[in-house]
Nanobody, 115 residues
Framework: QVQLVESGGGLVQAGGSLRLSCAAS????????MSWYRQAPEKERELVAT???????NYADSVKGRFFISRDNQHNTVTLVMNNLKVEDTAVYFC?????????WGQGTEVTVSS
């Protein structure tokens, strides 16, 4: 059974940084792309970043150059480093994997950026 557990959220001032981590289990981690999504209050969930099994990365235009996704296949973790945070980055951030035609989610970790 897929399990994704996020950590690292919190309150930070605009311009600051945070590091989110996701611990994955229950599936062959190294062969699956991993993604971070976010959902701001009263908005739809959106894709933030993806790292493929081959370590290629993709980012939403709104976070390019500020956020960096990486994976550690030895420890089955995926990390999102968020720099130069903006108030509009405030959201619940979710780790996600899509496999066997099912997208699985973690419980989310809340990020609040104050001005």
């Amino acid at each position: 059974q897929v399990q994704l557990v996020e950590s690292g959220g919190g309150l930070v001032q605009a311009g600051g940084s945070l590091r989110l981590s996701c611990a994955a289990s229950g599936f062959p981690f190294s062969t699956n792309a991993m993604s971070w999504y976010r959902q701001a209050p009263e908005k739809e969930r959106e894709l933030v970043a993806t790292v493929t099994a081959g370590r290629n990365t993709n980012y939403a235009d709104s976070v390019k150059g500020r956020f960096f996704i990486s994976r550690d296949n030895q420890h089955n973790t995926v990390t999102l480093v968020m720099n130069n945070l903006k108030v509009e980055d405030t959201a619940v951030y979710f780790c996600s994997v899509y496999r066997l035609n099912v997208r699985s989610w973690g419980q989310g970790t809340e990020v609040t950026v104050s001005s």
